[in-house]
């Protein structure tokens, strides 16, 4: 499995941003996928998780109300849709994808993508 972040950039507060990552290989359809966050100078941390039907999503508590995590038709992309965006989501987004997989734990996911910039600023 091979990952593909992109759709980072520049917003002001209160903006929205959609992150993409584009998956390849056999399995990527059938593997829980998760966005992390790192920001300057601190641990990396989860963001969202959604299973490999897309039945299922879970969030950190920071930003429910605010993103949705969501899978494409065709199960190759997962994207972020963040809202109402804050200086403190300023951070390195990555995705990260694994069979069996779903949940907050960054121990359980086999692949990660190289992380695309979220800066949240006036």
């Known amino acids: 499995v091979q990952l593909q972040a992109s759709g980072g950039g520049l917003v002001q507060p209160g903006g929205s941003l959609r992150l993409s990552c584009a998956g390849s290989?056999?399995?990527?359809?059938?593997?829980?996928m998760a966005w992390f966050r790192q920001a300057p100078g601190k641990e990396r941390e989860f963001v969202a998780a959604?299973?490999?039907?897309?039945?299922?999503?879970y969030y950190t508590e920071s930003v429910k109300g605010r993103f949705t995590i969501s899978r494409g038709n065709a199960k190759n992309t997962v994207y972020l849709q963040m809202n109402s965006l804050k200086p403190e989501d300023t951070a390195l987004y990555y995705c990260?994808?694994?069979?069996?997989?779903?949940?907050?734990?960054?121990?359980?996911?086999?692949?990660w993508g190289q992380g695309t910039l979220v800066t949240v600023s006036s």
């Open positions: 990260a994808a694994g069979p069996g997989s779903y949940g907050h734990d960054q121990r359980m996911y086999h692949y």
């Open positions: 290989g056999r399995t990527f359809s059938l593997s829980d």
């Open positions: 959604i299973n490999w039907s897309g039945g299922s999503t």
